[in-house]
């Protein structure tokens, strides 16, 4: 079963980072393309960037373009979301997704404010 973990959110000032991890805990092993979304209070939940599994495609939304780095490390099961020079509007909890495995994890909340 694939499990997935978040972990790294916090609170930060205005143009600080924050580094999120998302951890598979399949005892297989197996990889799987990842996407990150993220979920404002009272907003829809919004896709942010994702990564395929030999990490050669990297895509983000316009709103974090140039901000946000999407990453993995596959020999410990680890993908990771670099976030600077963050913004109030990037407040929200963070999920990271499995389309192939259809699998979300719990979020780790982000909040930028000063």
């Known amino acids: 079963q694939v499990n997935l973990v978040e972990s790294g959110g916090g609170l930060v000032q205005p143009g600080g980072s924050l580094r999120l991890s998302c951890v598979n805990s399949d005892v297989k092993r197996r990889t799987s393309p990842i996407n990150w979304y993220r979920r404002a209070p009272g907003q829809e939940r919004e896709w942010v960037a994702g990564?395929?599994?030999?990490?050669?495609?990297?895509k983000y939304a316009d709103s974090v373009s140039g901000r946000f780095v999407i990453s993995r490390d596959n020999t410990k099961n680890t993908v990771y979301l670099q976030m600077n020079n963050l913004k109030p509007e990037d407040t929200g909890t963070y999920y990271c997704?499995?389309?192939?495995?259809?699998?979300w994890g719990q979020g780790t909340q982000v909040t930028v404010t000063g």
């Open positions: 990564i395929t599994v030999d990490s050669r495609h990297r």
């Open positions: 997704y499995s389309p192939q495995f259809e699998a």
